[in-house]
């Protein structure tokens, strides 16, 4: 009882042979096979171009997975958000990068607490002279300084430096300021990641790191150190070596892949390069309808901004639509016998980041059994 308290309704299914189909629905799946055998070719991948991993904890959100991904070589973990941060140091991740500027007093003052705790290797953006002197400020009051990373807007806009000279000027400023230490250049092609052609996509993506070579250039020849440069994502995570420019690459989605991911990564591939290691369980809870049934996976199980997902097992040929917060539509080909009630869908998630942050627990599979529940630690953390 205790378990299914902490760990969910799944929790007395652990362990027993056959438990992957037998779950309460909907659950998160995770096989932890491939999601073992991704950390494991991406990790290969970066000691053969010479480049270290940072890999993004925006899309897992967990604290085991971090580690899986520290003991296979990462020198440490990205956190999107300040929440994401505070998990991961309190569960003794080193090297975590905070890749969103944090700019409110609330946020510097939470920054700030963080930073006192025993950590190895806490730094943060800045793209705005404002911020780099408010974070500055909150450092000396702490007695302690604050690696810093200058952001680079890199053509997506978000967030970054808008041009070289705003960079280059902010660096300087970064090196100049008492309270703060310059780690280097972070530089986030998110336009970039999901073009679907690789030609295209690899074509931008050089384009893109020549203006950021130049920037590393001017710097270093001002005499400003710049260990540190770090960006790039699963999208490029081929590509962006090509340019000798990152030091490390801040890859996320290649853990488990989603629908959009795997579409870009076959271009020009046989297969992609990883292996979907991440589904949403849901069941079939009516079949009164002619051409399809009715599963409880809906709007609230799944991200919403890319493709649908795909059916990956337990309806051959079947396609996904959503009809529902909380249920789903199963389109069955043209004379498939519809499933019986309680028949588990396995569906590969459309956009793997924000799905996972619907969920409260990852429910780890091995071949047909549940083996462990591991908890989405930052789920919501802001």
Request: one cysteine or more; hydrophobic letters at 40%.
């Amino acid at each position: 009882m205790d378990d299914m308290l902490t760990l969910g309704p799944n929790a007395r299914f652990i362990g027993k042979p056959g438990s992957r189909a037998a779950l309460d629905t909907p659950a998160l799946l995770v096989d932890r096979d491939a999601l073992e055998r991704n950390i494991a070719a991406m990790a290969a991948h970066a000691h053969t171009a010479g480049v270290a991993l940072r890999p993004h904890a925006k899309t897992h959100k967990s604290a085991r997975i971090a580690q899986l991904q520290v003991e296979a070589g990462a020198l440490g973990i990205c956190c999107a958000t300040l929440g994401e941060a505070e998990v991961m140091v309190t569960a003794g991740i080193p090297g975590v990068h905070i890749t969103s500027p944090q700019v409110t007093e609330p946020k510097i003052a939470r920054l700030m607490m963080l930073h006192a705790r025993p950590h190895e290797g806490l730094s943060v953006v800045v793209d705005h002279p404002d911020n780099l002197a408010a974070l500055a400020r909150a450092a000396r009051q702490a007695g302690k300084p604050l690696d810093v990373l200058v952001d680079f807007s890199a053509g997506h806009g978000r967030t970054g430096c808008a041009d070289e000279a705003a960079v280059a000027a902010l660096a300087r400023e970064a090196v100049a300021t008492d309270g703060t230490i310059l780690r280097g250049i972070q530089s986030y092609s998110g336009n970039l990641q999901h073009i679907s052609m690789r030609d295209e996509r690899r074509s931008r993506a050089l384009a893109q790191l020549d203006r950021l070579r130049g920037i590393v250039a001017r710097l270093r020849d001002a005499g400003i150190d710049v260990p540190i440069v770090s960006g790039a994502g699963t999208g490029t995570f081929d590509l962006d070596p090509e340019a000798r420019v990152f030091t490390e690459l801040q890859v996320g989605s290649y853990v488990f892949m989603d629908v959009d991911y795997l579409r870009a990564l076959k271009d020009g591939r046989n297969a992609p390069p990883f292996e979907t290691a991440l589904f949403v369980a849901t069941a079939v809870v009516s079949v009164n309808a002619q051409g399809y049934a009715t599963t409880d996976g809906g709007l609230k199980c799944f991200a919403t901004d890319g493709p649908v997902p795909d059916v990956a097992r337990g309806a051959p040929g079947s396609r996904y639509e959503f009809f529902g917060d909380e249920h789903g539509k199963l389109i069955l080909p043209p004379g498939a016998p519809r499933p019986p009630l309680g028949a588990m869908i396995e569906c590969v998630t459309p956009h793997c980041d924000p799905t996972v942050n619907l969920h409260d627990f990852y429910h780890v599979v091995s071949g047909d059994a549940l083996v462990d529940i591991w908890p989405v630690d930052a789920r919501g953390k802001r």
